[in-house]
């Protein structure tokens, strides 16, 4: 089925370990997004990617890092995990032009740093 | 910059109640305006979005949305909520075609037998 895959769907990290969220689309958008999402806090912007091998800090990138790797797949990575980043974390893409305009979402990586 | 704010955080409505769930934004020019919606544990689903023309949008599930330029707002309606309706509902708004959109806190929504 069409839509953005994201692996993997819980994880449990130990202070100071690192790990890659993976996101792919197979909608052939240009514009991908890494998310964090937190209770009262909606949706908040980590980093995103306009376009095949440009990157963008959004508004909580510290900590953070991410790889467009190819036109599909977006990863964000985290190289000394924090408990502060315990979340939940949506990958997203963008249709192009304004009919299609919206994010797909994927399902989310519910990640908890002990 | 642009700026969604959702003032309810919390709505409970009865079984086959009317819903409304307020959405006001901040943008210069008129924005492309999207209602998302998310069961528990689960991922975001669009319900709508408004980017053009009518001012009063169709989505899925039953649900609807009007814009108002003069009040800068967006509330989504339904006329008779169901218990499966029972997720949070968040506002999203975007300045021009191809970037970020810029999401309310969302508004939980509770249905009471």
């Known amino acids: 089925n069409a839509g953005v895959t994201q692996t993997p769907k819980f994880q449990v990290l130990k202070t100071g370990q690192s790990m890659t969220l993976q996101c792919a689309q197979d909608?052939?958008?240009?514009?991908m997004y890494w998310y964090r999402q937190d209770p009262g806090m909606g949706l908040r912007l980590i980093y995103y990617?306009?376009?095949?091998?440009?990157?963008d800090k959004g508004e909580v990138p510290n900590g953070y890092n991410v790889s467009r790797l190819n036109k599909r797949e977006f990863s964000l990575r985290l190289e000394s995990a924090a408990p502060s980043q315990t979340s939940v974390y949506f990958c997203?893409?963008?249709?192009?032009?304004?009919?299609?305009?919206?994010?797909?979402f994927g399902s989310g990586t519910r990640l908890t740093i002990v | 910059a642009q700026s969604v704010t959702q003032p309810d955080i919390h709505i409970t409505v009865s079984e086959g109640a009317s819903l409304e769930l307020r959405c006001n934004y901040s943008?210069?020019?008129?924005?492309?305006l999207f209602w998302y919606v998310q069961s528990p544990g689960q991922g975001l689903q669009l319900l709508l979005k408004?980017?053009?023309?009518?001012?009063l949008v169709q989505g899925i599930k039953g649900f609807e949305a009007e814009f108002k330029r003069s009040q800068s707002s967006f509330n989504l309606r339904k006329p008779s909520v169901h218990w499966s309706d029972a997720a949070e509902y968040f506002c999203?708004?975007?300045?021009?075609?191809?970037?970020?959109?810029?999401f309310g806190k969302g508004t939980t929504l509770s249905v009471s037998s």
């Open positions: 997203a893409s963008i249709g192009q032009g304004a009919r299609n305009y919206g994010y797909t």
């Open positions: 909608m052939n958008h240009n514009s």
């Open positions: 990617s306009a376009s095949e091998g440009t990157t």
């Open positions: 943008y210069g020019a008129t924005p492309y």
């Open positions: 408004y980017f053009s023309g009518d001012t």
């Open positions: 999203a708004v975007g300045a021009e075609a191809g970037t970020a959109l810029i």
